[in-house]
């Protein structure tokens, strides 16, 4: 298949990228660069040996994409594209819905024009809410607590609605736990602009020297050691639940979600740990109070994903924290060019 990937520079959407070009499928990304380098496809190419051309554009434009479409068509897309800051989502709510909302509803304006029925969306497990029953399932009930969440549900909402208006299409909606990690080659990785707001980055930072030391955000929360509980999936394995998603929405019609999680959750120590052991480094940390809207656990049932998409993540705590250190220690100033 030749796909489509808005935001396809990005974390997720580079790693991506490598997984379908190795799995033998064509990707084009579209990107508008507001959160990523060209230098992540360029890697991409060089680590596959295959194209993996950048359209700079914006996912918002209807003009963009339709010439996206017209040059390249594609028989599948895989919409990554969107803003994820939580906290600057609070700040800037109408940029989020503006940004995360334009840019689904103009895909599925411009897809049915050139035959593409078939789209995989980037979620969040952030649209579970404040659900307390854990491993979340994706029949449990769904709010969120933050303008990006419910961007998230609301393009879930959307998406839900276009396919029920038009038996021809076939979406799936994967909810993502807590992506982290690199290439193993260490070649692309997550490239945080600023201070990094969640825990790997972070942690990756400190232990190059340059953040001081980690600050954990409670120790008083209703968990093994009092912090806070999450699902970390390796962002290869991400990779890989995506070109199953796609192979699964093309012999499919209708709408299909998916967890995409590993099922065991790791505290903030366990990472601190796990860091610690895997590279044979230390992370100097201290407690602070807990961070407002976070949750205590959060982890998933990954057994729908197992059974339906023949996908399940195969690498471990070790290997998150090794491949994440390698990419930072190997580029520590990122891509350099954001
Ligand atoms: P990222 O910021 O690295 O990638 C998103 C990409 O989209 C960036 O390259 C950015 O430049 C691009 N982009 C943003 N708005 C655009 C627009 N209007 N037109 C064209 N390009 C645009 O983030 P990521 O971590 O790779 O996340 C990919 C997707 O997965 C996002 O939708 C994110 O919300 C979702 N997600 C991420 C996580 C996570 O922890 N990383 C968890 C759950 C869901
Ligand atoms: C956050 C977002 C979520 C988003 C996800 C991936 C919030 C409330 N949620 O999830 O919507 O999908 O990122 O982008 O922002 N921690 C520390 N110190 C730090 C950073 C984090 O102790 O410096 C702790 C947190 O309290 C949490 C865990 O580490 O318990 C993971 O945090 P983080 O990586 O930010 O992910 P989430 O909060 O799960």
Partial sequence: ????????????????????????????????????????????????????????GDCTDEAAVTAVFEQYRPDAVIHFAGLKAVGESVAKPLDYYQNNLDATMTLCRVMPRFGC?????????TVYGTNQEMPLREDFPTGCTNPYGWTKWISERILTDVAAADSTRSFVLLRYFNPIGAHESGRIGEDPAGIPNNLMP???????????HLRVFGNDYPTRDGTGERDYIHVMDLAEGHLAAIEYAAEHTGVEIFNLGTGTPYSVLDIVHSFEKANNLTIPYEITPRRPGDIAVCYADPAKAREKLHWQAKRDMTAMCRDAWNWQKQNPQGFGDK
């Avoid at 959160?35 to 993996?52: D, F, H, I, Q």
């Avoid at 029925?117 to 497990?125: G, I, K, Y």
């Avoid at 972070?202 to 001081?212: E, R, T």
């Fill in 1 to 56: 298949m030749r796909v489509l990937l808005t935001g396809g520079a990005g974390y997720i959407g580079s790693h991506t990228a490598l997984c379908l070009l190795n799995a033998g499928h064509e990707v084009v990304a579209l990107d508008n660069l507001y959160n990523a380098s060209p230098e992540a496809l360029r890697r991409v190419e060089a680590l596959t040996g295959k194209k993996a051309p950048l359209v700079v």
């Fill in 117 to 125: 029925r078939v789209l995989v969306f980037s979620s969040s497990a």
């Fill in 202 to 212: 972070y942690i990756c930072q400190v232990a190059s020297g340059k953040l001081d």
